[in-house]
Every structure is written in structure tokens, then in C-alpha cells.
């Protein structure tokens, strides 16, 4: 229905995603070899129906969104460059100099089971379990700052994306991965955060808008609704998984940075020379149980063209482990072996690592049914 060279873009209100702005910094800074022309309409709902009838080109969506309404009719035909996917705390204090005994309202369960993980000495509610919290994002922002500045709470969690559109501006402390700070908590992100999509029709022509595509994020979106479709659904919201692409450079220097020699290991030759290509894929999956105190996680660095197998592998052994700590723990009934290891789970509860009612107990429990 265009022109060429010329596309319609359908564009919802700010929803606290951080799309509408992203879309609007593409079109106002657009390619010379093309045209980007924003058409407002109230929500995205009626965006599809639109473009259903050939009424706009594209329509400008979250990959989350697109994840839990994707459409054989439609595509995602272009994946921006991925913001930066993290969490804020809104208060005061960074995580780690919270006072003892605080108040932290997550809006997120994995957020809440990471926070716990990091300070078991504060107390971490979602919003619902607070009071009664308003459902609309925005509203119930404003309502969690009003609860800060009153003293209710010490601090409350919400994306980057959704702080960067508030009337107000407050105190904010990244929970992200920390790369350039190893010294503090990792915060492995929420999956799918951070990707802004523009969804077309299948039939749509996209050669004169491939020169806005990024193919990294491409990948990293497309390999992470691929884990999260082989992850059981009760499992989503207590996950944190993110991919991305990365140089082989930048992964060196962090692990020289660190004294981490392990993520080096296959990148360079006895020589000092990068094999397989200068990019990699960095994938990093966990879920933690209630309390915080136990986390199952894995991490794999892969080349490009091994990342659909890679990822499945990935998959694969995440899912073994997650099984075996699910089981019951058998007792060691040998001699010496079980000498050893009733001296070792001693030596935990003396320490206050483990309660004694939990030694028989499974290291995770299994939440499927939650």
C-alpha cells in the first residue's frame, strides 16, 4: 500500500515497555533510503485489525508481546537493537547498602527470588502482596513511590524502560549483569526484555527495510522464545535468561578483568589468534527456588552457527539438573563415605547453610503445579 521506500509504522501510547520510544527515535533518525511515518492508534489490538486490512505497513511491538501473541499471519520482519534489558531499584541505597529489615517491593517473581538471593536479612514482597496495588503499570508506579517517599517501603523494582518514562526522577541502582563491575550482585534479566519488533504481514515485501534490521538482536530474540517455547509455561515467571551476541574481544578483556580464565577457554589458538570468527553467543539461564537459597543455572559461550543445537544442549542439561535436584537425596550408608558426609552437613548447619530439616529434603523444589 506504500510507496516505495516509504512505510507506515502504527504506533501505540508509551505502555511502559520502552517500544514507543525506541520507534520514535528509528523514525526520526531513519535511513536516507527510506521513510518512516508514524500513525498513531490507542492500542495494539486495533494496530493488528489495521494492519490485517492493509491499513499501515507495520506495527511496532515488544518481544514479549509478540512471543504471547504470535500469528501465522504475521511476522516479525524487523528486530531492533536490543535495549539495555534490565531492572531498577528505585530508592536510596544500592541493593548491597540496604538497610537490615527493608522493605523491597519486585514487581517480578524471578526479581523478588534474585533479591532474596543477594539480601536474605530484607524483606522482598511483589506488589500484590504489599497491599492493594492498582494494575495499571503507570498507576501502580506512582503508587510504590508514594509508598517510598512516606516511608512504607525502602525501595521497589521496576524496568529501566518504565522509570525512563516517569513524571518524576529519583534515585536508581542497575541490577543487571555487571559486567564492567564484577565486584557487585549479577542480575541475570527477565527473557525477552529489552527487544522492540515491527510485525508486517507475511506477504509484505521487507527488501527495503532490511537495512534497519539488527541481526544480532535477531538472533538473541530468536533463540530466546525458542528456550522459553521447551520451558514449561508454570516456569516462565521464576527464569531469568538472556542471549545475546557478543565479540570475542570484549568477553577476553571481562575475563581478564576478573582473573576468570574459564570463558577464554576455546576463543584463541596457542597463538594468541581468534578462532571461529570474531562474535560469539553468550547464554546465561537460572531459576531460583522461594527462598533464594538455591539457584540452578548454566552458561555457555557458542559460535553463531552452532546456536540453534547449542542452545538445545543448553536446554538439555538445564532440564537434568533441574531434575536431579528435584529428587529426594539418598543417604551414603559406606563407611567412610558416610563419615565424610555427615562431617561435611554438620559443618553446613553449624554454619547456618543448611537447616537440619531440609538435609533429606530436595535442593529445589518442584513448582510446576504453582
Given at each position: 500500500?506504500?510507496?516505495?521506500?516509504?512505510?507506515?509504522?502504527?504506533?501505540?501510547?508509551?505502555?511502559?515497555?520502552?517500544?514507543?520510544?525506541?520507534?520514535?527515535?528509528?523514525?526520526?533518525?531513519?535511513p536516507?533510503?527510506?521513510?518512516?511515518?508514524?500513525?498513531?492508534?490507542?492500542?495494539?489490538?486495533?494496530?493488528?485489525?489495521l494492519?490485517?486490512?492493509g491499513?499501515?505497513?507495520?506495527?511496532?511491538?515488544?518481544?514479549?508481546?509478540?512471543?504471547?501473541?504470535?500469528?501465522?499471519?504475521?511476522?516479525?520482519?524487523v528486530?531492533?537493537?536490543?535495549?539495555?534489558?534490565?531492572?531498577?531499584?528505585?530508592?536510596?541505597?544500592?541493593?548491597?547498602?540496604?538497610?537490615?529489615?527493608?522493605?523491597?517491593i519486585?514487581?517480578?517473581?524471578?526479581?523478588?527470588?534474585?533479591?532474596?538471593?543477594?539480601?536474605?536479612?530484607?524483606?522482598?514482597?511483589?506488589?500484590?502482596?504489599?497491599?492493594?496495588?492498582?494494575?495499571?503499570?503507570?498507576?501502580?508506579?506512582?503508587?510504590?513511590?508514594?509508598?517510598?517517599?512516606?516511608?512504607?517501603?525502602?525501595?521497589?523494582?521496576?524496568?529501566?524502560?518504565?522509570?525512563?518514562?516517569l513524571?518524576?526522577?529519583?534515585?536508581?541502582?542497575?541490577?543487571?549483569?555487571?559486567?564492567?563491575?564484577?565486584?557487585?550482585?549479577?542480575?541475570?534479566?527477565?527473557?525477552?526484555?529489552?527487544?522492540?519488533?515491527?510485525?508486517?504481514?507475511?506477504?509484505?515485501?521487507?527488501?527495503?527495510?532490511?537495512?534497519?534490521?539488527?541481526?544480532?538482536?535477531?538472533?538473541?530474540?530468536r533463540?530466546?522464545?525458542?528456550?522459553?517455547?521447551?520451558?514449561?509455561?508454570?516456569?516462565?515467571?521464576?527464569?531469568?535468561?538472556m542471549?545475546?551476541q557478543?565479540?570475542?574481544?570484549?568477553?577476553?578483556?571481562?575475563?581478564?578483568?576478573?582473573?576468570?580464565?574459564?570463558?577464554?577457554?576455546?576463543?584463541?589458538?596457542d597463538?594468541?589468534?581468534?578462532?571461529?570468527?570474531?562474535?560469539?553467543?553468550?547464554?546465561?539461564?537460572?531459576?531460583?527456588?522461594?527462598?533464594?537459597?538455591?539457584?540452578?543455572?548454566?552458561?555457555?559461550?557458542?559460535?553463531?552457527?552452532?546456536?540453534?543445537?547449542?542452545?538445545?544442549?543448553?536446554?538439555?542439561?538445564?532440564?537434568?539438573?533441574?531434575?536431579?535436584?528435584?529428587e529426594?537425596?539418598?543417604?551414603?550408608?559406606?563407611g567412610?563415605?558416610?563419615?565424610?558426609?555427615?562431617?561435611?552437613?554438620?559443618?553446613?548447619?553449624?554454619?547456618?547453610?543448611?537447616?537440619?530439616?531440609?538435609?533429606?529434603?530436595?535442593?529445589?523444589?518442584?513448582?510446576?503445579?504453582d
Amino acid at each position: 500500500m506504500s510507496e516505495e521506500g516509504r512505510f507506515e509504522i502504527l504506533l501505540c501510547p508509551e505502555m511502559g515497555d520502552g517500544v514507543h520510544t525506541h520507534v520514535k527515535k528509528l523514525i526520526d533518525n531513519h535511513p536516507d533510503s527510506m521513510t518512516l511515518v508514524e500513525k498513531q492508534v490507542p492500542h495494539i489490538e486495533s494496530a493488528i485489525e489495521l494492519l490485517r486490512d492493509g491499513h499501515g505497513d507495520l506495527v511496532a511491538a515488544s518481544g514479549r508481546w509478540w512471543f504471547e501473541n504470535r500469528d501465522k499471519d504475521l511476522t516479525a520482519s524487523v528486530v531492533l537493537p536490543r535495549r539495555e534489558p534490565t531492572r531498577v531499584l528505585v530508592g536510596e541505597d544500592k541493593p548491597e547498602y540496604v538497610p537490615k529489615g527493608a522493605v523491597i517491593i519486585a514487581d517480578c517473581e524471578i526479581v523478588r527470588r534474585q533479591m532474596i538471593r543477594l539480601r536474605k536479612d530484607i524483606n522482598v514482597m511483589l506488589p500484590e502482596e504489599f497491599g492493594d496495588a492498582p494494575d495499571d503499570m503507570f498507576e501502580r508506579t506512582l503508587w510504590l513511590e508514594e509508598l517510598r517517599k512516606d516511608n512504607s517501603i525502602d525501595g521497589y523494582i521496576i524496568p529501566r524502560a518504565l522509570h525512563a518514562t516517569l513524571p518524576f526522577r529519583t534515585r536508581r541502582h542497575t541490577l543487571g549483569m555487571q559486567r564492567d563491575n564484577p565486584e557487585r550482585f549479577r542480575f541475570i534479566p527477565v527473557p525477552l526484555d529489552g527487544f522492540t519488533v515491527l510485525i508486517s504481514r507475511i506477504d509484505f515485501p521487507i527488501t527495503g527495510i532490511t537495512e534497519i534490521v539488527d541481526a544480532g538482536a535477531a538472533l538473541s530474540l530468536r533463540l530466546e522464545m525458542m528456550m522459553l517455547d521447551n520451558i514449561e509455561t508454570s516456569m516462565h515467571d521464576k527464569i531469568a535468561l538472556m542471549i545475546e551476541q557478543r565479540k570475542v574481544g570484549t568477553i577476553l578483556r571481562e575475563a581478564a578483568r576478573t582473573g576468570d580464565e574459564l570463558p577464554a577457554i576455546g576463543l584463541v589458538t596457542d597463538k594468541d589468534e581468534i578462532k571461529g570468527g570474531k562474535t560469539r553467543i553468550d547464554l546465561a539461564l537460572e531459576t531460583l527456588n522461594r527462598d533464594g537459597t538455591v539457584t540452578a543455572g548454566v552458561e555457555k559461550i557458542f559460535i553463531p552457527s552452532e546456536s540453534h543445537s547449542a542452545s538445545l544442549k543448553v536446554l538439555n542439561n538445564w532440564n537434568q539438573l533441574l531434575k536431579i535436584m528435584r529428587e529426594d537425596p539418598e543417604e551414603e550408608t559406606r563407611g567412610r563415605m558416610k563419615e565424610l558426609m555427615d562431617e561435611y552437613i554438620d559443618d553446613l548447619v553449624s554454619k547456618g547453610r543448611l537447616s537440619e530439616e531440609r538435609i533429606h529434603s530436595p535442593m529445589m523444589e518442584d513448582e510446576k503445579e504453582d
